[in-house]
Nanobody, 126 residues
Framework: VQLVESGGGSVQAGGSLRLSCAVS????????MGWFRQAPGKEREGVAI???????SYADSVKGRFTISQDNAKNTLYLQMNSLKPEDTAIYYC?????????????????????WGQGTQVTVSS
């Protein structure tokens, strides 16, 4: 399984970015997928998670600003980030984990995920 993120960059506060995660080699029927981020000197944290049936969940810090979505035909996961704040500055990682059942609740704990991308830098200036 390979996960390749793209779309990071530098933006001013209030701006928007869309991250993409191209997934290949994934043969599982059901999964949890999500976006995590790690700021300098901080632990990696879950930002947004989505399950096989498209039910999303978000960290409180990004609710109403970020939207996670997936295009199954393109095997791509997205994170639309609006109203960006300087505290959103971090390396953003895509993660995936196969699960046994469709519609299972997916947690935003990094320990639950075995497959990771290399990360993409997002920098928000004030």
């Amino acid at each position: 399984v390979q996960l390749v993120e793209s779309g990071g960059g530098s933006v001013q506060a209030g701006g928007s970015l869309r991250l993409s995660c191209a997934v290949s080699g994934y043969t599982y029927s059901y999964y949890c997928m999500g976006w995590f981020r790690q700021a300098p000197g901080k632990e990696r944290e879950g930002v947004a998670i989505i399950n096989s049936v498209g039910v999303p969940s978000y960290a409180d810090s990004v609710k109403g600003r970020f939207t996670i979505s997936q295009d199954n035909a393109k095997n791509t996961l997205y994170l639309q980030m609006n109203s960006l704040k300087p505290e959103d500055t971090a390396i953003y990682y895509c993660a995936a984990q196969p699960v046994r059942f469709s519609g299972i609740y997916c947690r935003n704990l990094q320990s639950d995920y075995n497959y990771w991308g290399q990360g993409t830098q997002v920098t928000v200036s004030s």
